[in-house]
Each structure stands twice: as structure tokens, then as C-alpha cells.
């Protein structure tokens, strides 16, 4: 972390960023780009907001880590990174950036904090109003960090005048206080009046940052109450009853503008500017949405016999893809090429014409940060699997993509009114929100952590396909074993073990190792 000196000292703002809805936000920035100091807090937090909304959701940081890790997507070449051989300059640079990245929310609560600047930097916005929001999305950040490697930096984080190489705090102690932080601000933003400029989230609307703040805390009890409920679920209730997301326009979304760097969206990027073609989506994740049971793995499918509207959203509107089949995950490269030479494979860039494109490969593609449709499924739970709430959920989640789709609906709460436990109502809910959360990986990768569901998730030493006529397993690299289930966490990077080298191993150390088999806290702990 010591490192994070000579990035944050050298603070790069954005020079030009269009964002539909929201264009004056993004003029020219006339300031010295390397002293926050003489940046208007507008212009750091919309870099913020862009920045970690982009490469959070790119094809290196989300397509290489976490939805393969989720199983959403397999990979057509590099296939050992689908068996946990996650690439180490990549995983640093996600765990260093996000520290880099968050630190303009630090700037902005410093600026609005420090006597010497808090009155001149009151222009653009309460101090308190200032000083809530980049509290906000600091702890989505967090969270996000937290919940992929675990214990992290966080007490001493963002501060690196003072802690050059910061300790690792505690999972637990990570989220009671983002927990705390999130009710504070939320508290702070009653009254006050909002960003007049630079909010590409909500364009200034206090209401819905009290909304997201509420959710995310939410988000954070829920995920808690696994090793805990008596202390978190009343949390996950007060939030709900504070005021959560109430409908799709209160998504917390950046909304890219079409082609052209800095606006395009960034699968957009990667697929069609840069000519990648590595990923496609796996068998086990088009089996599910074609309700089909699994019998090589004994997996019998919740939604059995339905086929999800929003597998023709997920795959693309090229006409050929309705009948071509997913990539099992797991697979070396010798029987990726044989399973891809033997079968028809669905092509996510068939070519680069927009309209056979996949939704998420298009310019304007939007990068979410939480919705509705999620926060249904949440309090659906919460309120022990409310029917309403399960509806309101897979209702908002078609209605995302322009799907009406009543006959699919009805037959999802038909399968909700069969269950006769609980059991067998949250493997339902847990489903539609893991199909809901493609392309929200990090979302999907922890929900299964959570809860163990989807049951369509190929586990180590299960059938992943059969190639001809052999059964192939799933078997994570070499060195690289996650145990009897899929991969629990990420390991730190190497930059940590060179310039932080002892609070890491302590860290590693306190978690019983730094490897893919030690489970975060909120999952239990320990090995699998």
C-alpha cells in the first residue's frame, strides 16, 4: 500500500466525459490535474463514480475475475484462468486501483472537513451533503473490496501521509463500521440540498442518495446475518423501513454515451474496440435459464421447464444463437477447442454490427452499482420470503431489460406457491437474483458464497461435460485448489507482499492462509 503515495499525490481528473442525461457534468476541466486541492470536488467525484463503474466492469477486472468466478461466463482461450490460475497483474492492479480510485471520495470529505478549505469548497454543495456521498460510495467500495479478498486496509486506508502501509482490518469489524457509516450519512443528508453539478448517479437527488445508502446498508446486514442473524437481521429491517429502493428509477447506475473513449461502456471496449472474443456464457448458466436439470451432476433445476426471456437478452438477438449452446465451465484448452469444434457455441460478437450485439456489448451500456430489482430479492428474504417481494423483484429485473414478459411471471410464482419450505423458496429467490445479477459478477460470486445457490454451479471434481463420450471434471489448476467448492476469495496481490509485506501475512495469517480455500467471514470462515 505504500505505493499508493505516488498515485494519489498524482490524482488524474477527467478531461472530457459525456454521460447521457448528465452532459453538463462533464466540461473541460481547467485545473491542475495533480493537486486535489485545486480540483472542484464536482469533477473528483465524477471521476470517481466513472472510473471504478467502468473498470470494475470491465473484461480484466470483472471478465478475468469474478464472472468466471461466478460462472456466468467461460472463457473460449486462457481457459486456466476458469480453473482459478487468475492472472497476478491483474488481481493487483484490481486490488490497487480500487484503493487509488476511492481515494477522491477521501479528498472530498477532506476538503469538506479541513477548516483551512471547508468554506471555500462549500460551493458546490453542504459540506455535510459533501461529505455523506463519498461516505456512501466509499463503503460500496469497500464492500466490494472486502467481500473479494477478505480481511483488507481499512481503518488505516487512504491515508498514506500517515500510514504508509496500513494494517488489515477484520471482515466483521469492516462492515459494522461501513454499517454505522452508511446510518450516519444517511442521517446527515436529511435537509440538505444536493450536488448542483458532477453527481452522475443522481443528479443531485438527496432523497435517492438516502435511498441508496439505506440499501447498500441493507446489502451489508443481509450478507452479515449468515453468521449472525440475531445481531443483523433487525439492521437489514431498520434499513428497510428507513426507506430502500422503491423502483427502477432508483437505480444507482453511471450511464455511458456511446462509442468513443471516455463514454463508451466498457465491455463495449473490450469485445468491439479491442477486438476481444474470449468469453462466452457457460452451459450451466444457459441450462439454468432454459430450465433443464443437470443430471450428471444431480442437479435438478427450480425453475424446471421455463425457459427465462432474458437468456435472448444475455446471448443476443444474432438469429443463429437461439440454438447454440453454452461453453462448460471448467475445461482445459484441449477440451475447450474439442467441445467448441464438436458443438455450436454461442457467439457473443458474431461480428461488430451493433444490432446482433449482446445489450451489455453495446456503446451505452449502463454499469450498476446496486437497483431495485436486487434490493427486492433482499427484502423478500429479509421479510421471510415475502411473495410480494419475490414478484416485485423478477418484475423489475425483465423490466431492466424492456421485457414483458406476464406468462413467464406467472409461471415462476407458480413454482414460488408449489414450495411447501423455506428451503426450497430461497433456492427459488436465490436463483432469479443470480440470474438477475449477470453482469453484476462480483454480486453473483457472493451470493453464491452466501448462500450455495444457484445448485447449477459445477463444483470441483463434478462433471462439467462430456466430450467425447468421456467425462470431463472440473479441476482447478494445480496450486491454484480451491477446496470442495469454488473459489472462496481472491489472494492479495503481489504489490502488497513487496511494499506491505508484513500486515499482509498477518492478514494472511488471521484468515489461515492466502489462498482460494479459506472462506470470508461473513461465509463462515475457516477452509472448505
Not at 423458496?425 to 458464497?449: C, D, F, G, M
Request: hydrophobic share 40%; glycine share 8%.
Amino acid at each position: 500500500m505504500k505505493s499508493l503515495t505516488k498515485y494519489v499525490g498524482g490524482l488524474a481528473l477527467l478531461s472530457l466525459l459525456t454521460v447521457v442525461g448528465c452532459e453538463k457534468d462533464f466540461e473541460k476541466i481547467n485545473t491542475n490535474p495533480n493537486n486535489t486541492k485545486s480540483a472542484p470536488t464536482p469533477y473528483i467525484m465524477t471521476y470517481a463514480q466513472r472510473h471504478i463503474a467502468y473498470f470494475v466492469n470491465d473484461v480484466w477486472y470483472s471478465g478475468r475475475q469474478a464472472s468466471l468466478a461466478c460462472q456466468q461466463w467461460s472463457q473460449r482461450n486462457y481457459t486456466s484462468e476458469d480453473r482459478y490460475s487468475f492472472r497476478e497483474a491483474t488481481m493487483d492492479g484490481f486490488f490497487r486501483n480500487m484503493y487509488i480510485w476511492m481515494y477522491n471520495y477521501q479528498a472530498i470529505i477532506g476538503l469538506n472537513t479541513d477548516p483551512a478549505t471547508k468554506d471555500a469548497f462549500s460551493i458546490y454543495g453542504d459540506n455535510a451533503m459533501q461529505i455523506a456521498t463519498a461516505e456512501i460510495m466509499k463503503a460500496w467500495g469497500f464492500q466490494l473490496l472486502t467481500d473479494a479478498f477478505g480481511d483488507v486496509p481499512y481503518s488505516q486506508a487512504l491515508q498514506p501521509d500517515k500510514y504508509p502501509t496500513p494494517k488489515f482490518d477484520a471482515q466483521q469489524d469492516i462492515y459494522d463500521d461501513l454499517i454505522a457509516k452508511l446510518t450516519a450519512a444517511a442521517t446527515a443528508l436529511q435537509g440538505s440540498n444536493g450536488w448542483a453539478t458532477g453527481d452522475i448517479l443522481y443528479g443531485g437527488d438527496v432523497d435517492q442518495w438516502i435511498k441508496f445508502a439505506n440499501s447498500l446498508r441493507l446489502r451489508l446486514a443481509l450478507r452479515a446475518s449468515k453468521v449472525n442473524s440475531a445481531k443483523y437481521m433487525p439492521i437489514a429491517l431498520d434499513a428497510i423501513a428507513d426507506g430502500v429502493f422503491t423502483s427502477n428509477a432508483d437505480d444507482a447506475i453511471v450511464q455511458f454515451a456511446g462509442a468513443g473513449e471516455p463514454n463508451e461502456a466498457p465491455v463495449y471496449n473490450g469485445f468491439i474496440v479491442n477486438k476481444r472474443n474470449d468469453f462466452t456464457l457457460t452451459k450451466q448458466f444457459v441450462n439454468l435459464m432454459k430450465g433443464l436439470d443437470d443430471a450428471a451432476k444431480g442437479f435438478v433445476n427450480p425453475l424446471n421447464g421455463i425457459v427465462d426471456p432474458r437468456l435472448a437478452v444475455y446471448r443476443g438477438p444474432w438469429a443463429s444463437n437461439a440454438t447454440r449452446v453454452g461453453i462448460p465451465y471448467g475445461m482445459s484448452d484441449a477440451e475447450t477447442k474439442q467441445y467448441v469444434t464438436a458443438n455450436s457455441v454461442i457467439n457473443l460478437r458474431p461480428s461488430y454490427t451493433l444490432s446482433l450485439l449482446p445489450y451489455n456489448l453495446q456503446p451505452d451500456f449502463s454499469a450498476t452499482y446496486l437497483d431495485f430489482a436486487t434490493v427486492s430479492f433482499m427484502a423478500c428474504e429479509v421479510e421471510g420470503w415475502s411473495r410480494a417481494r419475490f414478484q416485485a423483484g423478477v418484475e423489475a429485473s425483465l423490466a431492466k431489460l424492456g421485457i414483458t414478459d406476464l406468462a413467464y411471471v406467472a409461471s415462476v410464482l407458480a413454482k414460488y406457491d408449489a414450495a411447501t419450505t423455506d428451503a426450497q423458496r430461497a433456492e427459488l429467490v436465490i436463483t432469479q437474483k443470480y440470474i438477475h445479477l449477470y453482469n453484476q459478477p462480483y454480486e453473483a460470486w457472493s451470493e453464491y458464497r452466501r448462500t450455495g445457490f444457484p445448485k447449477s454451479i459445477v463444483k470441483p471434481g463434478e462433471v462439467t461435460a462430456v466430450v467425447g463420450g468421456n467425462n470431463i471434471l472440473f479441476t482447478p489448476v494445480n496450486g491454484k485448489e480451491s477446496g470442495n467448492d469454488i473459489v472462496a476469495r481472491f489472494k492479495y496481490g503481489i504489490s502488497e507482499y513487496v511494499l506491505n509485506r508484513s500486515n499482509v501475512e498477518a492478514a494472511a495469517t488471521a484468515m489461515g492462509g492466502d489462498d482460494h480455500k479459506h472462506k470470508v467471514w461473513w461465509a463462515g470462515g475457516g477452509s472448505q
